[in-house]
Structures are given as C-alpha cells and as structure tokens.
C-alpha cells in the first residue's frame, strides 16, 4: 500500500525522499526513509520500519535554524511542525541551502 501511495505522489513531486506517518490529525508519528519502503517485505508495517523520534523545524524556525538543523543531522528533507506536532509542509535540503546563499550575500 505505501509502495502505491508513493507513485501516487511521486507524479507531482520533483523529489519524494521520505514517508511521514501521521494520524488520523496530521500529527507527525515518524519518518521512513523511502528506500526502506522498498526493501521492506510487503508483510512489515510502517510502524515497524518508521523512526519515531523524529527532528522536525518548529513553524516559527529561523533560516539560520534551518540550516543549523540541516548541517547538524544531514538530512534531505525537515518536516514543519506546529506546537502539537502536527505537520505543516516540508522542507527540503536544497531549498533551504539556495535561499541561504541568496539571504548572506
């Protein structure tokens, strides 16, 4: 079924590098690396292959924030949070990081 779901975005996405599992009120539970969705077993759960401690940039982030996170833990992708963890949107590294060089100069 995740396999199914990720096509499914996958056509109006430039770049889909996680899954973020939420309930039924958007509120982030965990992340999955989209290569672990395909090497999964089509028996396994999301909430088995999901990491549940999951880094996310709170709404009223900073840039500077932002890219401190982004240097910090390498990843490709933060979720936006708000004060109950429900997610907001996403945003990737690259983004991120062109902006960054377009606010210093």
């Known amino acids: ?61 900073t840039m500077k924030q932002a890219v401190d996170m982004f240097l910090r833990y390498g990843f490709r992708a933060l979720p936006i949070t708000d004060e109950n963890e429900i997610i907001l949107g996403v945003v990737p590294y690259r983004d991120v990081m062109n902006l960054k060089h377009r606010i210093l100069k």
């Not at 982030?28 to 089509?42: Q, Y």
């Open 1 to 61: 079924e995740a396999r199914d779901k990720l096509r499914e975005a996958a056509e109006s996405m430039d770049v889909v590098m996680y899954f973020y599992v939420v309930d039924e009120s958007d509120k982030l539970l965990g992340v999955i690396d989209i290569r672990e969705v395909f090497v999964a077993h089509d028996n396994e759960r999301l909430k088995d292959l999901m990491t549940e401690n999951v880094i996310s940039l709170h709404i009223d982030a």
